[in-house]
């Protein structure tokens, strides 16, 4: 074999690596939330049953023990629909629960220290407010997307952070873009039905949604009526 063929195979080698190594990041979050009329278990029910891909399990008002039960609840729901089931924050439940990844929703975790405990098998999601934000958890080189927000006024997390807004958005893929900064950017925060086609405008790789869904009178309707402006 002549060197051209050896750099050759060499190089659709390193391709290929570099694709397996890409993890399968949905453009539609979906998260679970306290302070509803209905449990995780039946909010991840719904969800699935109306087309969700991706689970994100979001809950602060339960013991671990509570939260270990319920999370395989969900996690056998998500199975049996195929959904990817991410859980926010609570890392140190993994060895007792079946989740495919964590989202943190602190801005300054050690997400190198994270990672290594989680190893690469795992999704690391990210949350951010700002370009210097992103940048952070970009240069870390171990998380696989950033959720961004808030975009508008949320009461499912409250903070003090600035809203981002439609230019808002636009101006971090530019800047991202300039940058070249590689990193799915999911707007979060307040989103209802009728902002999801402008928000994908902007150029966002997609969004994660939560009290719009879980609150409505219809989550299931609800919920499609999101999707399928992304898909």
């Known amino acids: 074999m002549n060197l051209c063929n050896i750099l050759v195979r060499f190089n659709a080698i390193r391709i290929t690596q570099f694709f397996l190594m890409k993890k399968f990041i949905s453009r539609f979050h979906y998260l679970t939330q306290d302070h509803s009329n209905r449990s995780h278990v039946k909010q991840a029910q719904i969800a699935c049953e109306a087309g969700a891909n991706w689970i994100q399990y979001r809950c602060f ?12 609840q969900v996690a056998a729901i998500c199975d049996d629909w195929g959904a990817t089931l991410i859980l926010t924050d609570h890392y140190h439940l993994l060895n007792q629960v079946d989740v495919q990844g964590i989202h943190l929703e602190n801005m300054e975790a050690d997400f190198k220290a994270v990672r290594n405990l989680i190893t690469d098998e795992k999704t690391l999601g990210a949350s951010a407010n700002s370009m210097d934000d992103i940048k952070r958890v970009y240069n870390t080189g171990v998380v696989d997307y950033a959720g961004c927000g808030p975009f508008s006024i949320t009461r499912t997390k409250p903070n003090n952070y600035p809203l981002v807004g439609l230019e808002g958005y636009k101006k971090l893929i530019s800047q991202m873009m300039d940058e070249h ?5 999911l707007a979060v925060g307040g989103i209802k039905t009728t902002d999801v086609k402008f928000l994908m405008e902007t150029g966002v790789y997609g969004v994660a949604v939560s009290a719009a869904i879980n609150l409505s009178d219809d989550p299931g309707e609800a919920f499609r009526e999101m999707y399928n402006q992304i898909r």
């Open 61 to 72: 008002s339960k013991t671990d023990q509570e939260m270990i039960e319920e999370i395989n």
């Open 181 to 185: 900064i590689d990193l799915p950017l």
